[in-house]
């Protein structure tokens, strides 16, 4: 059973840095790409950053280019999200997502449907 657990969650000000992480278990996770995505009170989940298999290749949605870094550590079953310069429209539940998805596919735009595994989701509130 594929189980992605979230973590890394909280209340930051405006400006300041999270780190997220996300465990999984129960799948080969070097051949998993992974994806972050967001959802705001109110609004649709959308994507967040998504990185290959490989950790090669990687991906950003415009709203946190430059600001977020995805990376991953195939040893430890784990994706992380850094999270610097955050803003209150960053203010959102953060779900990791896994899936076997091409590297074309990452390059070309995912959104929540590529994916058939997620973990349950972490808190990130940034204060004004």
């Known amino acids: 059973q594929v189980q992605l657990v979230e973590s890394g969650g909280g209340l930051v000000q405006a400006g300041g840095s999270l780190r997220l992480s996300c465990a999984a278990s129960?799948?080969?996770?070097?051949?998993?790409?992974m994806g972050w995505f967001r959802q705001a009170p109110g609004k649709e989940r959308e994507f967040a950053a998504t990185?290959?298999?490989?950790?090669?290749?990687?991906s950003y949605a415009d709203s946190v280019k430059g600001r977020f870094t995805i990376s991953r550590d195939n040893a430890k079953n784990t994706v992380y999200l850094q999270m610097n310069s955050l803003k209150p429209e960053d203010t959102a539940v953060y779900y990791c997502?896994?899936?076997?998805?091409?590297?074309?596919?990452?390059?070309?735009?995912?959104?929540?449907?590529?994916?058939?595994?997620w973990g349950q989701g972490t808190q990130v509130t940034v204060s004004s």
């Open positions: 129960g799948l080969t996770f070097s051949r998993f790409a």
């Open positions: 990185i290959s298999t490989s950790g090669g290749s990687t």
């Open positions: 997502a896994a899936d076997s998805i091409s590297d074309i596919r990452l390059r070309l735009g995912v959104t929540p449907r590529h994916f058939a595994y």
